[in-house]
């Protein structure tokens, strides 16, 4: 089970931090990864990280702003959003997968969302 918390209400240029904890198994060896829906539009990838951590990648429009990290100890995930826009107002999912991918498909776990309002 995936629980993403830290989401609220924030206004444009402010900055949020996301946390996702995992429970009931450890996801150590899997890449963890944030991905986000905003209302009338399609879910889409945000950043993921593998394993080790040592590797990340991220949508263009957060390269810069975003930062994701993983703790292994914790069995956590967090997104550290930085000079938030409006368009960034959405729901934040974290996922857990097998494959490091930006594609959904790749993902077997998904927590149940936190929602990100940007207000201008």
């Known amino acids: 089970q995936l629980q993403a918390f830290g989401g609220g209400l924030v206004q444009a240029w402010g900055s949020l931090r996301l946390s996702c904890a995992a429970s009931g198994r450890t996801f150590t060896r899997y890449i963890m990864g944030w991905f986000r829906q905003a209302p009338g539009k399609e879910r889409e990838f945000v950043a993921t990280i593998s394993s080790s951590g040592g590797t990340k990648s991220y949508a263009d429009s957060m390269k810069g702003r975003f930062t994701i990290s993983r703790d292994n100890a914790k069995n956590t995930v967090s997104l550290q959003m930085n000079s938030l826009k409006p368009e960034d107002t959405a729901v934040y999912y974290c996922?857990?997968?097998?494959?490091?991918?930006?594609?959904?498909?790749?993902?077997?776990?998904w927590g149940q969302g936190t929602q990100v309002t940007v207000s201008s």
């Open positions: 996922a857990v997968g097998s494959r490091y991918s930006s594609s959904m498909t790749d993902y077997d776990y």
